[in-house]
């Protein structure tokens, strides 16, 4: 045994950094462990509500984000129907990610944690339903590290949540494939661009995000097809932004969209964010969701400490429920409503729904109020309205 942490956390992601965060800074020992050689490696489109800064405590700083956003376009497959969601409410940022990490980072361990890179989590040794020891692999060498209380913040595919036995049968995913292109002539590059369709991107979307007057993240997510040549058709498709434009990086990934799994604690162990299923289903927006639930965990675990009653940490999960968890729960509703949806039935949602109407159902929020909307439209009342109620 090399160590003994009261906390370990897997995973260097928002939820990760925000759990180490919260638990050192009430004075106990934390050691979180990265499998990659740097943060932010995972391909990511980058976009947050303004709010997310909030989540995140820490100050909006121009080296911390690419491009300041003032709205969305959301296109149907009739673009002429696409609708304009701009005002106040709606503002947000293209982060620089690998940055944005970095910051996370820094609070991390000025707060006392102990972040190690290229640790990879190789088996989580039980007693019973207690996690008591995880065995990983630092540069090549294989170490053992004890524990109080585990974090799995490791993403899809989580070690730790197979390890430890968490209930995954729900836990459904999309995969992306996204391009950082250069020379794209992307309009109101403080506007992002989702586009959907069975033809764009079956089950799913594609987006434009520009980051700045140079670059943009160009991505799609379908599920059940391989996404890599509807990417490509996109592009093709739109020579008005893409003519002499240059995909420079490209990356991939898979984010989950069946919503939060049923159990996210266990034992002596928490799951967060991907891990947990924790993201907005229809956006697949995942950075502020995951970072309330490291926040939420963190703090849930050094009560627990402190306090010295383990059923501290039961709470956690209800607290990320209460809004979050809701919010999550919504917006899977929203999404079984509209994925199969028609070609046509899409571009009719296109001219009823206004850009307040699409951000709160996409977000899950008043969904209630878009469904009376819904029942002056016979098709959208028989084929959405009913699904929400």
């Given at each position: 045994m090399d160590m003994n942490y009261d906390v370990v956390v897997v995973g260097a992601g928002p939820a990760g950094l925000m759990a180490a965060r919260k638990v050192a800074s009430r004075g106990f020992s934390v050691l979180v462990l990265e499998k990659?050689?740097?943060?932010?490696?995972?391909?990511?489109?980058?976009?947050?509500?303004?709010?997310?800064?909030?989540?995140?405590e820490i100050p909006v700083t121009q080296s911390l984000i690419s491009n300041s956003i003032n709205g969305a376009?959301?296109?149907?497959?009739?673009?002429?129907k696409g609708v304009k969601i701009s005002g106040s409410s709606y503002r947000g940022y293209i982060l620089n990610k690998p940055q944005f990490?970095?910051?996370?980072?820094?609070?991390?361990?000025?707060?006392?944690?102990?972040?190690?890179?290229?640790?990879?989590?190789?088996?989580?040794?039980?007693?019973?339903?207690?996690?008591?020891?995880?065995?990983?692999?630092?540069?090549?060498?294989?170490?053992?590290v004890s524990f109080k209380y585990l974090v799995g913040a490791d993403g899809v595919g989580s070690i730790v949540g197979r390890s430890c036995g968490f209930d995954a049968a729900d836990f459904e995913i999309i995969p992306t494939i996204q391009y950082v292109m250069v020379n794209c002539k992307v309009p109101e590059k403080d506007f992002i661009r989702i586009y959907m369709g069975k033809e764009v991107a079956p089950l799913g979307y594609a987006w434009i995000f520009a980051k700045n007057e140079y670059v943009a993240n160009v991505g799609i997510g379908v599920r059940g097809a391989p996404a890599k040549p509807y990417?490509?058709?996109?592009?093709?498709?739109?020579?008005?932004?893409?003519?002499?434009?240059?995909?420079i990086k490209e990356g991939g990934g898979a984010v989950p969209v069946g919503g939060q799994i049923k159990e996210t604690s266990k034992g002596n162990v928490l799951l967060c964010g991907d891990a947990a299923g924790q993201v907005?289903?229809?956006?697949?927006?995942?950075?502020?969701?995951s970072m309330g639930a490291g926040s939420i965990a963190g703090r849930c675990i050094a009560d627990a400490l402190?306090?010295?009653?383990?059923?501290?940490?039961?709470k956690y999960s209800g607290a990320y429920s209460e809004y979050w968890g809701t919010r999550i729960s919504r917006s899977l509703k929203v999404l079984r409503a509209i994925e199969n949806l028609s070609d046509e039935d899409l571009n009719l949602l296109g001219s009823v729904l206004s850009g307040e109407d699409i951000v709160?159902?996409?977000?899950?929020?008043?969904?209630?109020?878009?469904?009376?909307?819904?029942?002056?439209?016979?098709v959208l009342a028989m084929k959405i309205a009913s699904k929400l109620l």
């Open positions: 990659e050689k740097d943060l932010g490696v995972k391909a990511c489109a980058e976009a947050v509500s303004a709010s997310a800064f909030e989540t995140a376009y959301v296109y149907p497959p009739d673009e002429s990490l970095y910051a996370l980072a820094s609070e991390a361990v000025s707060s006392g944690s102990e972040l190690m890179m290229r640790s990879e989590v190789k088996a989580v040794k039980m007693k019973g339903t207690t996690a008591e020891s995880l065995v990983y692999s630092h540069k090549g060498e294989t170490r053992e990417l490509d058709r996109f592009i093709e498709a739109h020579p008005e932004i893409f003519k002499g434009a240059k995909a907005i289903p229809i956006t697949g927006g995942g950075i502020r969701t402190e306090s010295g009653r383990p059923e501290e940490i039961r709160d159902l996409a977000n899950g929020l008043d969904v209630m109020r878009v469904v009376a909307k819904f029942s002056r439209h016979p």
